[in-house]
């Protein structure tokens, strides 16, 4: 494609992923974009097969990997890379620290210092949440302040990689989100997609606490235009913020997400409190995105929390 810019999607196949990769499908405005993916398969959501993408099956960190990276055609303005892997399971964080070091911090520098190229640009998810303590609304210029382990990891990767980007010639942002749900979370097990599989197989969930923490939920399809707006304007030169957010701006409560599941299934969801006092003293209480971060990805169109969960719920059902 005449001016396309290579797209390299590290973990691409998995959740968000595969919502990027259909964002850039669907939407003529980033039909510069030519995605690429180098995903191990761990968390591949189904029907990656039938991708008409370049992919690499196999560790991101593998030689194999790299000679894949090195074979593409390289664009004369340099590649963009998105970076979706690391460990991702919070309340796991406190149990194997020396894993989620390894995983969010060690393994990410070591690909960069041996990916990146001059003139490359590479953009982090991250997340909106862990990084903070969950007392306050979450901007983009907020102070550090993770409650558990897994936000500590992703704070020090994201200034840890900014520094090794920039020493490689390259260009650094990072992409924060707040609790992303939709298509594609086949292998999911966060609330929105857990209770929601629960209501179509008429099963029972847990719910810890009292049910009123609150959360900033973000559609994945919102998410997937959010990221590849951002590569489109990175592409095109256009200047960008070096930290951005991705979220709806509004936060809502574990039992209205239930309210919200039993309003698009049509039937009552069983459910069970637990006390789970250990596991909520690590969780933000509260965690809200600063509505005016998220407008500069999203403008002022993003989906609404039952619009959200009805499409989750159809992708489900129509897999059942």
Not at 41 to 56: K, M, V
Not at 72 to 83: I, S
Not at 208 to 226: E, K, L, M, T
Request: aromatic share 8%; net charge negative.
């Amino acid at each position: 494609m005449k001016n396309s810019s290579t797209l390299i999607l590290i973990g691409g196949l998995g959740f968000v992923g595969r919502n990027i990769i259909e964002a850039v499908a669907q939407d003529p405005a980033f039909a510069g974009l030519t995605p690429v993916a180098v995903d191990d398969l761990t968390n591949a959501a189904p029907g990656h097969e039938g991708l008409e993408i370049a992919q690499h099956h196999g560790s991101y960190q593998s030689q194999g990997a790299l000679d894949f990276l090195n074979g593409l055609e390289a664009p004369e303005g340099g590649r963009t890379f998105v970076f979706l892997a690391g460990e991702t399971r919070v309340a796991e964080s406190k149990d194997r620290p020396l894993d989620f070091i390894e995983a969010n911090i060690a393994e990410p520098s070591k690909f960069v210092m041996q990916a990146v190229q001059p003139g490359d640009r590479f953009i982090l998810i991250s997340t909106a949440g862990a990084l903070f303590d969950g007392t306050f609304e979450v901007s983009v210029e907020s102070p550090y302040c993770p409650k558990n382990f897994y936000g500590a990891t992703k704070a020090a990767e994201e200034m840890i990689l900014e520094k090794l980007v920039e020493l490689r010639g390259g260009t650094f942002s990072v992409v924060r989100l707040t609790n992303v749900y939709g298509r594609f979370s086949d292998k999911k097990k966060s609330a929105i997609h857990a209770f929601t599989r629960a209501a179509i197989a008429g099963e029972q969930v847990t719910i810890n606490g009292d049910g009123q923490q609150s959360r900033d939920f973000i559609y994945s399809g919102d998410v997937g235009r959010g990221v590849a707006t951002l590569a489109a304007r990175l592409v095109a030169g256009e200047e960008t913020a070096p930290v951005n957010m991705l979220g709806s701006g509004v936060s809502t409560s574990l039992m209205d997400v239930v309210a919200g599941i039993e309003a698009a299934t049509g039937k009552a969801l069983a459910y069970e409190k637990v006390p789970a006092k250990e596991l909520l003293a690590t969780e933000p209480r509260d965690v809200i995105a600063n509505a005016a971060d998220v407008k500069t990805l999203l403008g002022e169109s993003h989906s609404t929390l039952e619009e959200g969960i009805r499409q989750t719920y159809e992708y489900y059902r129509d897999r059942t």
